[in-house]
């Protein structure tokens, strides 16, 4: 127990210093993401992993959610993907769907 506790300590610090996390503009880190979220995928093998995932386990029509965007001083624009990603596993829990529907 003294462990865990000792590993969320250090990821803490880690996060909120930054360190290893780079920022990035790539849509596919935010699908890898989504697919862990998710329980699909736990470590990608291969780019673009999460998203067929993701795609794989979508079926029929959906109705698009309005993601919104903020400016900041510079007028970089930047989306906010929370709307994205709750409904999305609100979707899958309503479902019924378990962690490890897709199979690699």
Not at 5 to 34: C, E, H, Y
Not at 69 to 84: F, K, M, R, Y
Not at 86 to 102: L, N, Q, T
Request: aromatic share 4%; net charge negative.
């Amino acid at each position: 127990m003294a462990s865990d506790v000792r590993d969320m300590i250090l990821l803490k610090q880690a996060w909120t210093s930054g360190l290893n996390a780079p920022q990035t503009s790539a849509a596919g880190r935010l699908f890898d993401a989504a697919a862990h979220m998710l329980g699909l995928l736990d470590q990608a093998s291969y780019e673009g992993q999460g998203g067929m995932y993701l795609e794989q386990i979508s079926a029929g029509e959906v109705d698009s959610i309005a993601l919104p965007l903020h400016e900041d001083a510079s007028g970089l624009l930047t989306a906010d993907w929370q709307l994205l990603v709750a409904g999305d596993a609100a979707k899958r829990c309503a479902s019924g769907v378990e962690g490890d529907a897709v199979s690699p």
